[in-house]
């Protein structure tokens, strides 16, 4: 068999990067605390023209290597390219024939033992060297929704549009140039979508994040308002009941006083009324005791002097208690 190592690695089968790029959208919807949600993609714009291959005259176009390789003659062994390849791989008047018995098995698809063998009628024509360039441009975009769940709503959400350049998606790629066949182009394509949703997806996170701290600030500011609303709603109540209380207490004493008083006045004992005391009476002058009945002997009378009696006078109260016994 006449292959080169070189060949070989050249068939080694790729997997289209948009199919990877899609599966990865459907599966990151949600991370942690925050749901995303794809709005709208914008892809890159892309520009296609036929052109001819450089390939010389003895060399065909490899489809999956995308090189020029050289054309094999009788017995070269031609199975081992891929299907699309096998009436370019043979030189002129050969044909690629399948062998119909051989232990050599391949493992990428489309290739089976076959080698270059003379054509018995008229050879199959090789396919025209041409190929399809393809010109990736303009802008990928991306509008992402991102939501909270830890918000005070639990749905605090963010909705950001972003956008990157083909330069920006040919590097993620590993792609040198915006210009080439169709697999160039869906490298850059799946590259830009790619980045368009993890820069919308990392600007909506952060958009949805300081919502949700906007929120609670919020919420945890009316929770304050409320609770101080409350506080001194409960406090005015307070002091209006032991105002009430205080009032009533008020109230309930002067009324105790008020019955003591009343209560005193008609109990209390009348007090006596207050007499000047009379003076004593004055002494009697004093008489001479009187004789006996019988006299012994006449005796002349004589006239008796008159006996001098004080003027009455006033004896003041003091006085007058101090003489009574």
């Known amino acids: 068999m006449k292959f080169t190592i070189a060949a070989a690695c050249a068939l080694a089968l790729t997997v289209p990067a948009e199919s990877i790029s899609l599966r990865f959208l459907e599966r990151v919807n949600s991370q942690g605390d925050i749901d995303f949600k794809v709005v709208s993609e914008t892809p890159f714009d892309k520009e296609s023209k036929e052109s001819k291959c450089k390939c010389p005259e003895d060399s065909f176009w490899h489809v999956k290597n995308k090189e020029c390789i050289k054309k094999g003659g009788q017995g070269y062994e031609c199975g081992f390219f891929p299907a699309e390849n096998h009436d370019d791989v043979c030189k002129e008047g050969l044909a690629c024939k399948k062998l119909e018995s051989s232990d050599v098995g391949y493992w990428h698809k489309g290739a089976v033992p076959a080698s270059c063998q003379p054509c018995k009628d008229e050879c199959p024509k090789a396919k025209p060297c041409t190929s399809e360039e393809i010109t990736v441009k303009g802008k990928a975009c991306a509008k992402v929704e991102a939501a909270s769940k830890d918000g005070p709503?639990?749905?605090?959400?963010?909705?950001?549009?972003?956008?990157?350049?083909?330069?920006?998606?040919?590097?993620?790629?590993?792609?040198?140039?915006?210009?080439?066949d169709k697999e160039n182009a869906e490298k850059i394509m799946a590259a830009g979508k790619k980045l368009a949703f993890e820069k919308a997806k990392a600007e909506a996170e952060q958009g949805a994040k300081k919502n949700a701290d906007a929120a609670a600030e919020g919420a945890e500011r009316k929770a304050e308002k409320d609770a101080e609303a409350d506080a001194k709603s409960e406090a005015e109540a307070k002091a209006k009941k032991m105002a009430e209380e205080g009032a009533e207490k008020k109230a309930k004493q002067a009324a105790e006083a008020a019955a003591k008083e009343a209560y005193s006045t008609t109990a209390a004992p009348k007090p006596e009324p207050t007499t000047t005391a009379a003076p004593p009476p004055a002494k009697p002058a004093p008489t001479e005791a009187p004789g006996p009945l019988f006299p012994k002997a006449q005796v002349p009378i004589q006239p008796a002097e008159e006996p001098t009696v004080e003027p009455r006078r006033k004896i003041p109260l003091d006085e007058a208690a101090a003489e009574m016994p």
């Not at 709503?153 to 080439?180: D, F, L, P, Q, R």
């Open 153 to 180: 709503t639990g749905k605090e959400s963010a909705i950001e549009k972003a956008c990157v350049t083909v330069e920006e998606a040919m590097k993620s790629a590993g792609v040198k140039s915006a210009s080439g």
